[in-house]
């Protein structure tokens, strides 16, 4: 019982990992995609938008791989409680 309840919550914590990996990966192609808007950028107002934009994008990108890293439990913890004393 223990161990379907352990493997149910390994389960949800990769399909809430997978939901977040989606968008972190999207933000990845456009981080890439701003430094070519910037260089072909002319006016430095738009030129200082783009920067905003990808210190932004960036920065949301790490607060959701740290949802992600956090979300799937650890894989020997199961081990551990089935051989307590």
Do not use: Y
């Amino acid at each position: 019982m223990f161990v379907d309840l352990w493997n149910m919550r390994q389960n949800q914590g990769h399909d809430a990992r997978a939901m977040i990996a989606a968008p972190v990966n999207d933000m990845g192609s456009q981080i890439h995609a701003w430094p070519d808007k910037i260089i072909s950028a002319i006016r430095p107002s738009v030129i200082s938008a783009c920067e905003a934009r990808r210190e932004a994008l960036g920065r949301q990108s790490c607060v959701l791989i740290g949802q992600a890293r956090k979300v799937v439990p650890v894989q020997g913890g199961m081990g551990r409680l089935t051989n307590m004393p």
